[in-house]
Every structure is written in structure tokens, then in C-alpha cells.
């Protein structure tokens, strides 16, 4: 099952929707088409009117006055959803009503949502749950009566554990499993799911979220806390990610991990507060004054999420740097069914950390030792003998505070070399399906892996050689491998206006025949529009 | 064994002679020797400006991180590991200034550190400008024509917004600035030391004589009620702020860390480590898995 969630940024009004798909087989998004429409108000019909077709069933409020647009081919049923939920106990049942309506369509029995009530309204008592139950079964009998035959229903799919989760979700639960107990978070969409999680969980396990002041307070927070020898951590979107660069850069100079992870929506400013983009791709790349060390990490899918956020916090430490999570909104908040056997745990290494007592007079312990790879041991202040200062100046090895050029040089060098070559993922940089010597690749990141991996199989089963690259990481960018991969022509398919991702692949690739596919409208991909632009470079 | 005050002397300070930071330095060296902590379970978080180069003179751990952000690293790393005396330390710029924000919801959160700023009413390290407590009218490199903004009130802000521990110090009386830091790092929850500390190049005229002329201690005042919120505003308007001692102390008050019932158990620093498996099947079970 794969969702959707549109909402704007009002509290009440507008225009609002759920999307839910339900397939036999596992599916990346809430796809392009519309089955079954239930439509609370005129303004939801004339929404989605254009996704409907001759087998779709339209499921309307009598108060609403529907009507289908002229030439619209699915079936309307206009049904009193506001009479059976007051018959039921009150107005506010009608969603449930509407479930019913729609339960009988897809075949579910009339009592088959009984022990999900209990399940959500148990706190509410007994009469909610029994409000719940009859409201359920008036919208339920309304239709069941009626003889529709439902658009499609699929298999059952073949037994196994799944996770009802969406990203925000896994990665706050691959954080505590990486042993993250204490989070500093300002509250943004889309990032805001990740800290509500947490604030349930974390009390139980004995770390904290600390709701603070700013985003600046955020990333210094999460600073602090990870030199004091935890994995401090901190979560936001776009705007807070700009009041972070400053942080973002003395992580890097005083050589202290720290991960952040940003959920993108769409920009700049405000931009569109509750809408899908991937336009902080730059900014996360080349955001913060001065050269320094930086991992961006990009999770494909919810799964994926669970798992970067995991490798995030293992090579912050081991390289003792900022390491950046980059999702999107769809990928944080649309919420999916996932085989637990999806969920990869990654043991817990925490690079040279050092909790061994020393000798060493005050400040002369040479904290950032110029090393062959860069990193250089890390004790956590406690230990004796060994305490150094973290300077956001220029400093010598012993943390010192300098302004002489060798050193400058020495210490420049020794931070920027420690991701040369390194394996900062510990797996593939690029997820690449597709036939050897393809005559198109599709590039992309983050949040649109669905719609792109759904139109390459449209795609493929129309015949085409078509091959879907998808980077799971971008600093440090594996220029090598996407080169090799680029053989053929690409299609970069992301959700800004100036093409950041296509921009960088030249940067870093040389590659000159890109094409790119951009949507900032602040509307998800569809694959049938990417298989629409990637037929035209085919057929040229 | 015990501390000396050697183990607490690292690099050499690079302030100006007769600069009050010297004595704050000795006082806080001083008060840690006393106190019987060792130099390794100090963090010292410093800003940026003259002030903040404090943490590289100590010989403890330290930070010396962004302008104005210290709070925030400081807060952080008390609650990541409770074990460490967490001193947090910068000017009236980077306090009262940049950093005001973070001062205000670490009075309110109340994280059991001690916030020491180093207050010469004036930007010393860019050579000069003024600052968030300069007086209106005087004549700096940023204001020729006089500085038009009011200063701020840092204690009085402080009272007003709750503080737990309120205490000012003189760089030119490091004894009473000793018993003050001691006080304040004792102090469980957040204290805040306002240390008068002159700046003799750049702004002579709030200097060593001008302070010890004028400053009245209440610590030697036998009627004065340190935990009197009210007779702490007093005292301050009807001074002028150029009070010394500890205006306020509510012993009663309780930090942040103490008041979770789950940091009650060992210093965070010490669990890091993936759910056990009872954990990890509840989060399962709340995402619809059934064992």
C-alpha cells in the first residue's frame, strides 16, 4: 500500500486529500489514477476530475451538491453522509461513513474495521467505538445495496510482516536503533513528524527531546551533545537548514560529528510550506563559509530512510563530520506498507572515539594530530589527561589558536582529505536497475524513486532499453560511477526549476548529454509524465 | 588528589595587560581549585571576542564555538553527560547581544550550568563599536555621533524572566568573584554571573576606578535578602545595576535534567546502544507488526 497526503498550509480550509493505493505487489507511490473519489465538497471532484476514468466510482456528500464535469466518465453515488452519521450519534462521523461507503465497494464485510476502532478510539470509551461501529455499517449498507462493481481489487498478497510507516517515521526509529537518545529540533514541516515520534520514545529509553529556541540553538545543540560523547542529532526543513550553515561549518572545523537531517519542501522563503521539492540540493552541498568536509546522504525509499539515518550516525563519527540526510516531503510523509525484511540494521561504529585515561599536561593532548587518513583520535571530555579545546579558529594539532600559513595549510588539508576515497554509505552510492547498454537513464534522487521506478517499468514493458540510476549519495558525489553509467543519454528527473542535481552531475561528471525533467508546482511526479518526456528523447 | 591551580594554566593569554579577563580568569582557576574538581571534568563552552579565547587559558575541555551560540552547545553537553561541570562563558556582546535569544530559554529551561559573560560595555575585539550595554550617548567607532539605543538591563532581564541564580561580579575584586562562581557553579540549575571585566584600550572609561568607586556589595550588606527577587529588582534600579554580589538564589528551584524522572539513570553518554528487544517489538507492534 502506498499513500499520499495533500494538504495546504491552513488549518482549516482548502483543499485536502488522502490518497491510498492498494496492490498485490509492493508499490512506491499513490499513483496517477483515481478508482474511488470520495468527495466531501464540489471543490474535490473538480480537483481530481481529471484522473478519473470510465470504471471509477465517484462516492459524494448529498450537502455538497455534486455534479461531474460534462464528459466525465466515471458513476457518481450521491449519498446523505451528514444524515447517517447524525443517525449514527453525530456530524462529525461522517468520514466513517464515507469508510463504510467505500469498505463495501472494495469488498470488506460490514464489520471488518470493529477491532480497528477499538484499536483508535479505545481511549474515547465504549460509545465512541460503538458510534464508530454504526456509522461504519450505515455508509456500508447505503452502498452495498447498490450493485456497483468495484474498478479493480487486487490479490492478497503472500503472507509476510509489514510496517504501516512513512519516513519521518523510520528514520526517528533508525536513529534510536543507531543509540541516538537526545534530539534538539524546532518544529517545520516536514520535518515536525520525526520530533513527535521521538518525544513519545525517546522518554522511555532515557534521552530526551529538547524542543528548542531556533534552528541555530538546534544544530548547536546537537553540537554539544555530540562532543559530550553521544550522537546528537537534529532534524529540519529548508529554512532552518539556512540558520544552520554557520553550525554546519564549526562542526566541520572543530572535527565534531554531528547529523542533520532536512526534509525538504518547496522554497525559497516560505515558498510552498506543505508541498513537495528537491531545491535545498545545492544549498546542502555548497551552503556554509569556507572549504570543509561534508556527507550528504539521500535515502531513496521509506526503508532506505531507516537505514541511511543509521550509516549517517556511523560516519559522522568515523569521520567526524557533519553528515547531511536529504529527503523530501513525500518521502517523509506519505506513509507505505513495507516487509519488515526491508529494514537493514546497521551495527553502531563510533570511529576513534577515545575513553582512555592519558598523561598529557592541559592542552597538549594533540586532538587533531595531522594523520595519514584524516581523522585523528577523539576523547570525550571526562577523560583525564587528555583535554584539548575545539576551536573554530585555525589551530595547531593540540588545538591551539594559529595564524601561521604552514599550519593553516596542514590542518586545511588533513580535514579535507578525510573523505578521500572513503566509503561513507557502506553500500551503493547509486541504485541502478536496468539492462546493460541502455538507450536511456533515468537520474534522480530522494523522494521521486517511485514515480521514476514506475515509469521505467511502464517503460520497459513498452518496449524500450531503459535503465534508472538513482543516487543514495551525494557528497562525497560518485562522480566515477554515475560516469560509467552515463554512457547513454539521461533523463534527470527532479522536483526544482533549475535542474540542481543535473547542474552537479556536469560539474562532476563532464557528462554532456543530459536532458532534464522538472516539476516545481508543488505537486508530486506522476509516471506518466516521465515516461511521456523520456518517449520523447526515445522516439527522436 | 586535588587540583592546583598549575593544572588549571594552559596556552598563554594574549589579552591586553591589565584587561579584566585576567581576573575572571584567576576566579574561575580559583573557585574550581577550591571546589576540589578536576580539570577534566570541566567543559568550558566560550563565544567569540576577547572573552571567548577564556577556554583556551584554562587547561579544561572546551568549546570555543560560534558568536553567540555558546547556550545552546553548553545546555547540550550537560544533558549528554550530567557527570561534567558545564561553564559556559563569553562577553556582553555575544550574551546580552547575538547570543540573547538563547539566554532567555536557557533561564527558562534551566539546565543545571553556569553562564559567566564578562561584561566590559564595549566590542573590544573588533577594535571598538558599540555594544548591547554601552550607554546611550557615548561616542564609539560605530556610533560618532553617540550610541542611540538605551542598554540593556541584563539582570533585571535575568529576574524578570525567572532565573534561578542571579549574581554579579567585579574583575577588579577577584576574591568576592571567587565565592561568586562558587556559589553559582553549586547553584543546581542555571546561574548567571555578570562580570564586570574593563577593557583598558578600548573603553578606559568604564574601568577599574570608575567600578570600585561606585559598586555596592550586597554580600556585606547583613540585611540584604538573596532570595528576595523583589529586593534584587530594588537594589538594582536604585544603584544604577552597579551592584556586586549575589542579588538572587532560589535554592528551591529544580534543573531541567532533574525534573525528567528518565535522566535519572546513568549519564547519557554512557547508553549508546541499539532498542533492546522488548523496546524494538513495541516500536514494531506501534507500526502494525504483530509478533
Not at chain 1, 589527561?385 to 589558536?401: M, Y
Not at chain 1, 532534464?516 to 522516439?539: H, K, M, Q, W
Request: with cysteine; net charge negative; proline share 7%.
Amino acid at each position: 500500500m502506498a499513500t499520499h497526503r495533500h494538504f495546504m498550509s491552513l488549518i482549516k480550509g482548502g483543499h485536502t486529500h488522502y490518497q491510498v493505493r492498494v496492490s498485490s505487489r509492493p508499490v512506491f507511490t499513490a499513483g496517477d489514477r483515481v478508482d474511488i473519489l470520495v468527495a466531501f465538497d464540489h471543490g474535490a471532484i473538480e480537483h481530481d476530475a481529471h484522473r478519473l476514468h470510465a470504471g471509477s466510482i465517484v462516492l459524494a456528500d448529498q450537502a455538497a451538491r455534486p455534479a461531474l464535469p460534462a464528459g466525465c466518465p466515471a458513476s457518481l453515488v450521491v449519498l446523505d453522509f451528514e444524515a447517517l452519521a447524525k443517525k449514527a450519534g453525530s456530524p462529525i462521523l461522517a468520514n466513517t461513513v464515507a469508510l463504510g461507503a467505500s469498505g463495501a465497494l472494495l469488498g470488506l464485510a460490514s464489520e471488518a474495521l470493529d477491532d480497528q476502532f477499538v484499536r483508535r478510539f479505545g481511549s474515547k470509551g465504549e460509545e465512541v467505538i460503538a458510534q464508530n461501529r454504526l456509522a461504519y455499517r450505515l455508509g456500508w449498507q447505503s452502498v452495498a445495496g447498490l450493485g456497483l462493481r468495484p474498478p479493480g481489487k487486487p490479490e492478497k498478497p503472500p503472507a509476510a510482516k509489514r510496517l504501516l510507516l512513512h519516513g519521518d517515521e523510520a528514520i526517528a526509529w533508525g536513529a534510536v536503533e543507531a543509540g541516538a537518545r537526545l534530539f534538539f529540533a524546532y518544529p517545520i514541516t516536514p520535518a515536525s513528524e520525526i520530533m513527535q515520534w521521538l518525544a513519545v520514545w525517546l522518554p522511555k529509553l532515557g534521552g530526551a527531546v529538547v524542543q528548542v529556541e531556533d534552528e541555530i540553538a538546534a544544530i548547536n545543540g546537537a553540537i554539544g551533545a555530540s562532543l559530550a560523547g553521544v550522537r546528537g542529532w537534529t532534524a529540519t526543513s529548508g529554512p532552518g537548514l539556512s540558520l544552520m550553515q554557520e553550525g554546519i561549518g564549526i562542526a566541520a572545523m572543530t572535527e565534531t560529528p554531528v547529523v542533520i537531517v532536512d526534509a525538504q519542501r518547496a522554497g525559497p522563503a516560505t515558498g510552498l510550506p506543505t508541498r513537495p521539492e528537491q531545491s535545498d540540493l545545492n544549498e546542502v552541498l555548497y551552503g556554509s563559509h569556507g572549504d570543509q568536509p561534508r556527507i550528504v546522504m539521500s535515502p531513496a525509499t521509506t526503508a532506505d530512510s531507516f537505514v541511511v539515518i543509521q550509516a549517517a550516525f556511523n560516519a559522522a563519527e568515523k569521520y567526524q563530520c557533519p553528515v547531511i540526510v536529504l529527503t523530501d516531503l513525500n518521502l517523509a510523509l506519505d506513509r507505505q506498507t513495507v516487509d519488515l525484511a526491508a529494514f537493514r540494521f546497521l551495527p553502531i561504529e563510533r570511529g576513534e572515539i577515545d575513553t582512555v585515561p592519558g598523561n598529557y599536561g592541559p592542552h597538549k593532548y594533540p586532538r587533531f594530530a595531522v594523520t595519514e587518513g584524516g581523522v585523528s583520535p577523539r576523547p570525550i571530555p571526562g577523560v583525564p589527561g587528555k583535554t584539548f579545546v575545539a576551536t573554530g579558529d585555525e589551530h595547531t594539532p593540540e588545538g591551539h589558536i594559529t595564524e601561521d600559513p604552514a599550519a593553516r595549510v596542514e590542518q586545511m588539508r588533513k580535514r579535507l582529505r578525510k573523505l578521500d576515497g572513503a566509503a561513507t554509505l557502506g553500500d551503493e552510492a547509486i541504485w541502478y536497475s536496468g539492462p546493460p547498454g541502455a538507450d536511456l537513464v533515468l537520474v534522480g534522487f530522494g523522494g521521486t524513486y517511485g514515480p521514476i521506478a514506475e515509469a521505467q517499468e511502464e517503460l520497459v514493458a513498452q518496449g524500450y532499453r531503459v535503465g534508472h540510476a538513482h543516487l543514495r549519495l551525494l557528497r562525497p558525489f560518485p562522480a566515477a560511477e554515475l560516469a560509467r553509467l552515463l554512457g547513454a543519454p539521461a533523463l534527470v528527473v527532479e522536483q526544482n526549476a533549475t535542474g540542481q542535481l543535473a547542474g552537479e552531475i556536469r560539474r562532476q561528471t563532464g557528462a554532456g548529454n543530459l536532458r532534464s525533467v522538472l516539476r516545481f508546482d508543488g505537486n508530486p511526479f506522476t509516471a506518466a509524465e516521465i515516461v511521456g518526456e523520456a518517449r520523447e528523447v526515445l522516439e527522436a | 588528589m586535588s587540583a592546583t591551580l598549575n593544572d588549571y594554566r594552559a596556552e598563554t593569554p594574549t589579552w591586553c595587560p591589565g584587561c579584566g579577563d585576567f581576573g575572571v580568569l584567576r576566579a574561575i582557576q580559583r573557585a574550581l581549585v577550591d571546589l576540589e574538581i578536576a580539570p577534566h571534568e570541566v567543559l568550558v563552552v566560550s563565544g567569540i571576542g576577547c572573552s571567548g579565547k577564556l577556554s583556551s587559558y584554562i587547561g579544561t575541555y572546551g568549546f570555543h564555538g560560534l558568536h553567540g551560540r555558546t547556550l545552546p552547545v553548553a545546555q547540550a553537553a550537560k544533558l549528554a553527560n550530567r557527570n561534567l561541570i558545564v561553564l559556559a562563558v563569553g562577553g556582553d556582546g555575544d550574551g546580552y547581544g547575538i547570543g540573547v535569544g538563547h539566554l532567555v530559554h536557557a533561564i527558562r529551561r534551566n539546565v543545571d550550568i553556569t553562564y559567566i559573560v564578562m561584561n566590559n560595555d564595549v566590542y573590544a575585539l573588533t577594535v571598538g563599536q558599540s555594544a548591547p550595554t554601552t550607554p546611550r550617548g557615548r561616542i564609539t567607532r560605530s556610533a560618532p555621533y553617540g550610541t542611540p539605543e538605551e542598554p540593556v538591563s541584563p539582570l533585571g532581564m535575568a529576574l524578570g524572566l525567572g532565573a534561578g541564580f542571579v549574581a554579579q561580579g567585579f574583575a577588579g575584586n577577584v576574591d568576592h568573584l571567587v565565592a561568586i562562581v562558587k556559589a553559582a557553579i553549586r547553584h543546581r540549575g542555571f546561574a548567571l554571573v555578570n562580570a564586570f571585566s574593563p577593557c583598558v584600550t578600548f573603553n578606559p572609561e568604564f574601568g577599574y576606578d570608575y567600578l570600585r568607586a561606585r559598586l555596592f556589595d550586597v554580600d556585606q550588606d547583613p540585611g540584604y535578602d538573596r532570595h528576595d527577587a523583589m529586593a534584587a529588582m530594588r537594589v538594582l534600579s536604585e544603584k544604577g545595576g552597579l551592584v556586586e554580589g549575589i542579588l538572587y538564589e532560589d535554592p528551591a528551584a529544580i534543573p531541567y535534567d532533574e525534573a525528567l524522572p528518565q535522566f535519572a539513570k546513568e549519564p547519557l553518554v554512557a547508553q549508546v546502544a541499539p532498542l533492546d528487544d522488548a523496546t524494538r517489538q513495541a516500536v514494531l507492534a506501534s507500526f502494525g507488526v504483530t509478533s
